[in-house]
């Protein structure tokens, strides 16, 4: 278990970003595989090293949950087709159902516009000793609502708010809210997985041409591609006003799926190894009552 920490924490802090004034986005490869390299075989390599961590996750997670003190929000962001459900899902294999759980965030309904960017997350978060999954997130606020301004039109703000500081005000209030549930006991990590757009295209083909992938293609997406420079500037931005050391961002490259699952993996590690967790102590009132317990069972005829 040692051994695998220490990988995991390897791996996880040369794509972690906590102070966000240096970060740029051009330092961060999406085609990195930190050494490990693209020969016969690595994929099964890669999926062993996976099973080890999610063995060791799925250890962590049972403890999170008997001390029931706290709760951990992980937020995925990304491009169409970065592998932001595959991720999830294999990484979360191991762990009990009933420990997580997966909110997707969608366009906005009619309801929700008539509400603050936040309300829509609050019933969403996760409870003390449970692991939440956000699969897109109010992050979408400072993206796709940054790129699309129609949307932010369809928000219903006064117009004496929307001013040219809007995103930067959203900023601030999303860190403010990271901060108030750190503060509380949900800790929050985020994951941006960093497809490049060559890669993005060879998964889109991909789709078209493989029959069983046609389900997941859809004309939109690959609409969007044409706003690839405007959607990276917002990302860049993003993570430069919101990667904080309470609630860092993991910079995951994408471009090789076996990979970015060894970095989520790492992240998920990381954080919950930073919460000091253990399973309840029993004290001497519950040894007591153990030990009755243990005499009444084996004084059964
Ligand atoms: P899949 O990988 O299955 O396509 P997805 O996360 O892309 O999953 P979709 O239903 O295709 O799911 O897309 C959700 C859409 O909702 C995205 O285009 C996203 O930009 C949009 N969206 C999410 N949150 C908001 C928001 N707050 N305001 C506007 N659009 C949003
Ligand atoms: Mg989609």
Known sequence: MEKVLKKARAFAKNFRVEDGDKFRLKDFDPNETLGLKHEEGIKDRAADLLQQGVDVLADM??????????????????????????AIKHVMSGVNPQGCQVFNFKAPSAEELDHDFLWRSGKCLPERGRIGIFNRSYYEEVLVVRVHRELLAKQKLPPQLVTKKIWKE????????????????????????????????????????????NWKFSVADAQERGHWDDYMDAYEDMIRHTATDYAPWYVVPADNKWFSRLVVAGGIIEALDGLNLAFPEVDEAKRKELAAARAMLEGET
């Open 61 to 86: 997670q049972e403890k999170l949950y008997a001390q029931d003190r706290w709760g951990l929000l992980l937020i995925f962001q990304a491009m169409d087709a970065a592998g932001k459900d595959g």
């Open 170 to 213: 959203r900023f601030d209030d999303i860190n403010a809210y990271e901060r108030y549930l750190t503060r509380n006991g949900i800790a929050v990590r985020k994951f941006f997985l960093n497809v490049s757009r060559d890669e993005q295209k060879k998964r889109f083909l991909e789709r078209l041409e493989t029959p069983d992938k």
